[in-house]
């Protein structure tokens, strides 16, 4: 018997359902400050560009970010210093950049049970 | 002399009579009464004074006594100003600032976890409550950027199919140190979860929504290798999108009798002192892309090798590909794609590959207006596990596949009751279907 191929179908078709939602995923985002937003003209004389990207809030971040893999964790768990350790564990466990662990931090700290 | 008393005569025969007048009774008795009057008070004076003089005499005593106690008091002061002065005169340096803060109250302990109970009913076997599981998860958090964290699995278990009785567990699952040096690099050391795919560290008990893990997590792979890991992620942009990546090296897999044999493969026993000289790397790169707030695609593509046998002569590799998709905060889909190959001494070369796919969708999506209908979670998952070796005339292929349908219905957010049937096809005759009640809680 020969040896397979070290990747066989299966791979290849996550991988290319992977790509084409990742193409799909690329129109359907709607990030802030895109570039195909219709410019408003006023009656300035320097027309009014697409707005500046702004920051993911806290709220944003923790929205997008705490229910991949559980439901969400109501703020009201827990007090603001265990929040600070799970946030610790949590940007470890699932690859958070540190910025954006901080306003997550700061979003459940300030809903904090106590 | 004599003329001072004829003098003092005459006068007195001279003198008006009312110096020589008579003092009536009632006059005397009152002058008798009045005497008595001042000698009583004055007798009374005089024990007063008496009295008042004794009081005096114990003040003076007293007064002497709280004298002495006060040159006591500050001789004693003063020798234990001259002992301090001395004890300072013989100190040595002061300790060095430390670099991490601990000046301040900024630690914190706390335990996490989750617990499991199963009822297990095999196709041809008698129905029983299978297992008991109790899996905390200790933090200590010693200040803004450090943080040790260890999980340990406590499984009771009956024994049944293989023997009678049952059997309890104790499980190191894994303990490992973390110190985040910058926003985007942490550096991890100890017995970590491996980040071969994400199932290991995402995919706890309560976390997986079906009672059973994917059929190739346990046959193909190490959940946990003792070492040192650099990981972290990158923010690209402003819209959360994320680069993460991790890079480690650990003890890696062994042979349990220290030979190339294909049967003594280890895949989590290489522990201590190391069974041969060269330990295993491994990394993972991965994408996470959200669209939205419970839109999101994540895409990652891990591989570890190293020496397996003692003698150093045969490569364990393993390569995953992982993905998941949310649609909504209702449908997810996620899986993961394994391969491994390993050389042996006596079956040449076994590739090994198996793959799992499984699909979430919570019936509160429907917006039907039935009681309890919102709390239900549908699960389906396809996982397939096979290998293959060939040593000439020798071939051998086993081959599992598990079609599994089942729900979670959650009593809370974080207390689940889980259900499933498990559909089993395989060349392993022990292989049976089975119906599966889990009860799960993550704290």
């Known amino acids: 018997m020969h040896n397979p191929p070290f990747f066989s179908w299966p791979a290849l078709a996550l991988a290319a359902g992977c790509a084409f939602s990742l193409v799909g995923a690329g129109r359907a985002e709607a990030a802030p400050g895109d570039t195909n937003a219709v410019a408003v003209v006023t009656s300035s004389p320097v027309p009014v560009g697409p707005a500046p990207k702004r920051s993911l809030s806290g709220a944003e971040l923790y929205s997008i970010h705490c229910n991949r893999c559980h439901a969400e964790r109501y703020p009201t768990e827990r007090t603001a210093a265990q929040w600070k350790t799970i946030m610790l564990h949590m940007q470890v466990r699932a690859s958070i950049p540190g910025q954006q662990a901080r306003r997550i931090l700061q979003y459940l700290q300030e809903n904090s049970g106590r | ?443």
């Open chain 2, 1 to 443: 002399m004599t003329g001072l008393l004829t003098a003092g005569s005459a006068l007195w025969m001279a003198a008006p009579a009312r110096l020589h007048a008579e003092v009536s009774d009632a006059d005397f008795k009152a002058l008798q009464e009045t005497v008595a009057k001042l000698a009583g008070e004055v007798q009374s004076l005089r024990q007063t004074n008496q009295l008042v003089q004794q009081l005096h005499e114990q003040d003076q005593v007293q007064l002497q006594q709280l004298q002495q106690k006060l040159t006591e008091t500050q001789q004693t002061a003063v020798d234990a100003q001259q002992k301090i002065a001395a004890a300072a005169a013989t100190q040595t340096q002061p300790l060095p600032r430390v670099p991490i803060d601990e000046t301040t109250v900024n630690h914190n302990f706390q335990i996490l976890g989750d617990a499991e109970i199963q009822y297990a009913k095999a196709d041809g076997g008698n129905g029983s409550f299978y297992l008991a599981d109790f899996a905390p998860i200790f933090l200590y958090r010693g200040g803004d950027n450090i943080l040790f964290e260890a999980g340990f699995d406590t499984t009771i278990a009956n024994n049944a199919p293989a023997g009678g009785g049952y059997t309890t567990t104790f499980n190191l699952s894994f303990a490992q140190l973390d110190y985040v040096m910058t926003d985007w690099l942490t550096l991890c050391a100890g017995d970590m979860l491996l980040p071969l795919g994400t199932y290991s560290e995402r995919g706890a008990g309560w976390l997986n929504k079906l009672p059973d893990d994917p059929l190739v997590r346990d046959a193909l792979l190490p959940s946990s290798g003792v070492g040192a890991q650099l990981r972290g992620a990158l923010p690209l942009g402003e819209s959360g999108k994320i680069f993460n990546y991790s890079i480690y090296g650990v003890n890696g897999p062994s042979s349990a009798d220290g030979s190339g044999l294909g049967s003594a493969l280890d895949l989590g026993g290489n522990v201590g002192p190391n069974l041969h000289a060269d330990p295993a790397g491994g990394g993972r790169v991965g994408l996470f892309l959200p669209f939205k707030p419970h839109y999101d695609l994540e895409l990652g593509l891990s591989a570890m090798s190293g020496e397996w046998d003692n003698a150093g002569s045969h490569l364990w590799t393993a390569g995953v590909v992982d993905a998941s998709l949310h649609l909504g905060s209702c449908f997810e889909v996620k899986g993961e794609y394994v391969r491994t190959r390993f050389g042996t001494d006596d079956l040449g070369m076994i590739s090994q590959e198996g793959w799992w796919t499984q699909v979430g969708y919570k019936l509160s999506g429907l917006n039907l207006e039935l009681p309890g209908i919102n709390n239900v979670e549908l699960i389906g998952r396809y996982d397939v596990v096979h290998g293959a070796y060939d040593s000439g005339n020798n071939a051998f292929d086993f081959n599992t596949r598990r079609y599994t349908v089942g729900y979670v219905y959650y009593i809370t957010s974080a207390l689940l009751f889980e259900g499933d049937y498990e559909f089993l096809h395989s060349n392993d005759p022990s292989q049976a279907n089975q119906f599966i009640l889990q009860l799960s809680y993550g704290f």
